[in-house]
């Protein structure tokens, strides 16, 4: 599973979670691969997901947070999409 979390520099709250949404993910599904999207430079990935609000996170290929979620909304989300895939 693929997880990655669109944000802009210098966004306080987005660095202030990374680290511990990262963290609550990597616990809640295995074999999970993160990344940190810096949406300067990476636009065309972010315009093609169909990110239109920072922060947001991609799990997947899909947008589904336009927002950063709570630990527990970002673990649910991932171990019901892993039940799917299983």
């Known amino acids: 599973m693929k997880v990655e979390m669109f944000y802009s520099p210098g966004c306080a709250a987005c660095e202030d979670r990374q680290s511990e949404l990262r963290a609550a993910a990597q616990e809640a599904v295995r074999d999970l691969e993160w990344r940190n999207v810096n949406v300067l430079d990476n636009m065309d990935t972010a315009v093609e997901l169909g990110v239109i609000t920072l922060p947001a996170i991609v799990i997947?290929?899909?947008?589904?947070?336009?927002?950063?979620?709570?630990?527990?909304?970002l673990c649910k989300a991932l171990t019901e999409r892993s039940g799917a895939r299983n």
């Open 60 to 73: 997947d290929g899909e947008v589904v947070f336009t927002s950063l979620p709570t630990k527990a909304q």
